[in-house]
Nanobody, 125 residues
Framework: QVQLVESGGGLVQAGGSLRLSCAAS????????MGWFRQAPGKEREFVAA????????YYADSVKGRFTASRDNAKNTAYLQMNSLKPEDTAVYYC??????????????????WGQGTQVTVSS
C-alpha cells in the first residue's frame, strides 16, 4: 500500500505560479513512477506530467510543456509539480498518482495504482 497526500493548491492570477506537493508513505520503495493528472469540471481526467521515481526522467503533456516542472525528493518521499505561467485553462483539481509497475505508458491513468485526494487549482483571468 502507498498513501499519497497532496498539498499546495489554491487561487492564483493568470501568469502566477504554484507548487504542488505529493507526500508518499507506505511502500514507497516500490514506486516506479509518480504522475500528475487534472480534471476540470465537465471534462475527463487528463495527464499533466510524470516522473520516474528512480531515474528522474520526466514526461509532460504538450499543454504544459515549458511551464510545468515535475521533480521529486526521494529522501522525503515527496513529488512536486512546479507550475509557472498559469493560465485560466489550467483550472482543475490536480491529482498525484503512484505507479508500482514498470510501464512506459506514463501518460495513461491505468498505469497508476494509488491516487491522492486531489487539490484544487484555480487560475483567475
Amino acid at each position: 500500500q502507498v498513501q499519497l497526500v497532496e498539498s499546495g493548491g489554491g487561487l492564483v492570477q493568470a501568469g502566477g505560479s504554484l507548487r504542488l506537493s505529493c507526500a508518499a508513505s507506505g511502500r514507497t520503495f516500490s514506486i516506479y513512477a509518480m504522475g500528475w493528472f487534472r480534471q476540470a469540471p465537465g471534462k475527463e481526467r487528463e495527464f499533466v506530467a510524470a516522473i520516474l521515481w528512480s531515474g528522474g526522467n520526466t514526461y509532460y503533456a504538450d499543454s504544459v510543456k515549458g511551464r510545468f516542472t515535475a521533480s521529486r525528493d526521494n529522501a522525503k518521499n515527496t513529488a512536486y509539480l512546479q507550475m509557472n505561467s498559469l493560465k485560466p485553462e489550467d483550472t482543475a483539481v490536480y491529482y498525484c498518482a503512484a505507479g508500482l509497475r514498470l510501464n512506459p505508458r506514463t501518460w495513461w491513468a491505468g498505469s497508476y495504482d494509488y491516487w491522492g485526494q486531489g487539490t484544487q487549482v484555480t487560475v483567475s483571468s
